[in-house]
């Protein structure tokens, strides 16, 4: 009977417990999701939702398009350093990703007018190791070139993170994605393949002078090794130099950089950047009987450059440079390049992009048509090609707007994470977009929760509406407007005592001010907006998504500049959230 009674007691006991772990798995939830407008003890993660991005650039208002033009430049925001290659009909261009995740975003075209993004060469954790990089570590210059004996393309670059140096990886279809790196036993940067006829291999990249031989700062060389295509590997002791400083060392030439080879009428050609990347850029060419010289630089250098010209001249064009040639599908040459476009202040808040031009090749050497003159917003189409950028998948040009409700079950392309992998911190819920934060805020050189989108244009809106009820004052949701980890704005929502802020708070040079705070009622969700006219910007909101009220008034873009704040990328948009924030009111 004891036996029993003592089986009845642990019975009763057992049921006690499922009863208890079943009010906890359904009710508290439930209380959870609730929030403190039903008296909560936790609170879920913030979710975002009607994303809409606008952009109003006047250049574009005051040059419309002809039906057989298109505008440059062709990639709007932080996509520099292009790179292309052609297989038959098919175009593939990729640019540099620094610290951003995934890394090294890749577009398909079949005419170099109509681009779609069709994902990022270093799309998993054992191709990209980025997580304690700075914004402008990481990947720089990728170059992508397709050999055509072995039928396989070849992305090389240089990743400044995760102890790889100089990397290649490869894949037979672009479409399909890439091989994990194989890590190359060369020193230097912007390393770049060239295949012969022949089917030989080399690879040309930037280097240090020889140690000791150093003459002057920004004194770097340009070598070349030939490459093992059985072993993906150098060839030890083949290296040599084939450019010294420049086209004239004795003008003391900065930055050789960037170097490409190509071989045409049988005659090998060496094009490269010169001048660094701010306002003296520039591309030079030179011409040899071998792919290992010795090169001898063209009369006529520089082929394309934008620095002599007034600065205060119309729609300008600066800093270009960083260029691949490519055969188009009209049987004319085209250079791709990176250049800026700075605001009414001189800032570059939209970083390096990437622009296009005719080459003019019917000579010895190419040249870049009108690439020596102040650059225009419009180009004419390439003979048979309709423009359809914004249409059909097709990457958007000019002043354009860019909607997300996030009810795809995949991202789209253009956002990314900044040393942080998206799949890591966001999930698409039937709400909208989640976002689970991390303990860390966004000037730290750590992962960050951050969803980012980059600014496309001089003149934007970028609105959002956010659903958070956060429970103390570490936790922060809203949006950032970010040039990197010491240059930034946060505009969010937090929590001090019992009532909810939004707050605006500056980063310049790491430190850190807050600009406006204000107590809000958020029985509802809040829409927030970011808009920019040049150099101003202003941070509102909205509790109907209809009038906007501001907050902080306008302050200055000017710590989204890559020319104030260092660096080489643009200034980024991003749907941020943590619970590590430090803003404390």
Same mark, same amino acid.
């Given at each position: ?16 417990? +499922? ?58 925001? /932080? ?15 990729? /640019? ?37 990089a700075g914004i402008s570590m990481g990947i720089y ?62 690879? +040309? ?55 490409h080879i190509y071989k045409k009428d049988g005659k ?29 630089p063209a009369p006529s250098n520089p082929i394309l ?112 994470? +900044? ?70 704005? +946060? ?95």
């Amino acid at each position: 009977m004891k036996k029993i009674k003592s089986k009845s007691i642990l019975l009763r006991k057992y049921k006690s417990i +499922v009863l208890t772990a079943f009010f906890l798995l359904t009710c508290i939830p439930a209380m959870h999701a609730v929030g403190e407008r039903g008296e909560v003890t936790s609170t879920p993660p913030p979710v975002f939702t009607n994303f809409v991005y606008q952009g109003d650039d006047k250049v574009y208002n005051e040059n419309l398009l002809k039906p057989d033009e298109f505008y440059n430049p062709i990639l709007q925001g /932080c996509y520099p350093d292009p790179s292309i290659t052609r297989k038959g009909d098919d175009y593939y261009l990729v /640019c540099s990703s620094f610290a951003m995740v995934p890394g090294v975003p890749i577009f398909h075209s079949k005419d170099l007018v109509n681009w779609t993004q069709i994902g990022h060469v270093l799309n998993r954790t054992s191709q990209l190791k980025v997580e304690t990089a700075g914004i402008s570590m990481g990947i720089y210059a990728p170059a992508i070139k397709y050999n055509k004996y072995n039928d396989t393309f070849y992305m090389i670059t240089t990743q400044f993170a995760g102890g790889f140096g100089n990397i290649v990886v490869k894949t037979k279809d672009p479409h399909k994605g890439w091989g994990d790196p194989i890590k190359l036993k060369f020193d230097g940067i912007d390393p770049s393949l060239f295949f012969d006829d022949n089917g030989k291999a080399y690879v +040309v990249h930037n280097d240090a002078p020889n140690r000791g031989e150093e003459l002057y700062n920004g004194h770097r060389v340009i070598k070349i090794w030939e490459y093992d295509l059985e072993n993906d590997q150098i060839i030890q002791g083949s290296d040599q130099i084939v450019v010294n400083g420049g086209v004239d060392i004795t003008k003391k030439p900065i930055w050789i950089e960037a170097p490409h080879i190509y071989k045409k009428d049988g005659k090998y050609y060496l094009m490269c950047a010169e001048g660094g990347t701010g306002g003296w850029h520039s591309e030079v060419i030179f011409i040899s009987d071998s792919p290992k010289g010795p090169y001898i630089p063209a009369p006529s250098n520089p082929i394309l450059t934008q620095r002599y010209f007034p600065q205060n001249r119309a729609d300008k064009v600066d800093w270009a440079g960083h260029a691949d040639l490519v055969e188009g599908p009209d049987g004319k040459y085209y250079g791709l390049f990176l250049a800026i476009r700075p605001n009414e202040k001189n800032r570059v808040n939209t970083g390096r992009e990437t622009f296009i031009l005719p080459v003019d090749w019917s000579g010895t050497f190419p040249v870049f048509e009108n690439g020596l003159i102040p650059m225009e917003p419009k180009l004419k189409m390439p003979q048979g090609v309709s423009n359809q950028t914004g249409k059909n998948g097709f990457f958007p040009n000019g002043n354009f707007t860019f909607t997300d409700n996030f009810s795809s079950e995949k991202l789209d392309d253009r956002w990314i994470g +900044v040393r942080s992998w998206r799949e890591d911190f966001t999930k698409i819920t039937k709400k909208g977009l989640q976002i689970n934060p991390f303990s860390v805020n966004i000037k730290e050189v750590k992962p960050i929760s951050t969803l980012f989108y980059r600014q496309q244009h001089k003149n934007f809106t970028a609105t959002v509406t956010l659903d958070y009820l956060p429970k103390s004052e570490n936790d922060l949701a809203g949006i950032t407007c970010y040039q990197s980890e010491s240059f930034n704005y +946060v505009y969010g929502l937090t929590k001090k005592g019992n009532d909810y802020y939004l707050v605006l708070e500056k980063t310049q040079k790491g430190k850190s001010t807050i600009i406006a705070s204000e107590k809000i009622d958020i029985r509802k969700p809040v829409s927030l907006q970011v808009s920019a006219q040049e150099d101003e910007y202003r941070f509102n909101y909205s509790m109907d998504n209809t009038n906007f009220n501001n907050l902080g008034g306008t302050v200055s873009g000017d710590i989204l500049s890559t020319n104030v704040a260092g660096g080489f990328t643009g200034a980024l948009i991003g749907l941020y959230a943590t619970s590590g924030n430090d803003i404390r009111l």
